[in-house]
């Protein structure tokens, strides 16, 4: 049974700093890379950054780039979303989710196989 669940969500001023964590069981082997998405109002959900559970390789979204880092820790069963700088853009529910594929490149939607519950970033002064 796979289980993902997402913590650290929360109110921070512009200009802030958040970790999000995913802690991960039961993945299909195929399932090579874990990710973290983000759905705002109004808008459809996206990739925000992606990571291979094996080599590590990432991919990020040009508007987090240099902001935000993606991390494992593998013996944790765990993946973490360092945010820093947030902007009033990067308000979103954000979802942990394993994606299909073995490239965290393909770090779209329409590839995930299963999502977390998701925990709301509010970035608001």
């Known amino acids: 049974q796979v289980q993902l669940a997402e913590s650290g969500g929360g109110l921070v001023q512009p200009g802030g700093s958040l970790r999000l964590s995913c802690a991960f069981s039961?993945?299909?082997?195929?399932?090579?890379?874990i990710g973290w998405f983000r759905q705002a109002p109004g808008k459809e959900r996206e990739g925000v950054s992606c990571?291979?559970?094996?080599?590590?390789?990432?991919y990020y979204k040009d508007s987090v780039k240099g902001r935000f880092t993606i991390s494992r820790d593998n013996a944790a069963s765990t993946v973490y979303l360092q945010m820093n700088s947030l902007k009033p853009e990067d308000t979103a529910v954000y979802y942990c989710?394993?994606?299909?594929?073995?490239?965290?490149?393909?770090?779209?939607?329409?590839?995930?196989?299963?999502w977390g519950q998701g925990t709301q970033v509010t970035v608001h002064s």
């Open positions: 039961g993945l299909p082997l195929n399932d090579y890379v």
């Open positions: 989710a394993t994606v299909r594929g073995l490239s965290p490149a393909f770090c779209y939607s329409d590839k995930v196989s299963y």
């Open positions: 990571i291979s559970r094996f080599n590590g390789n990432t």
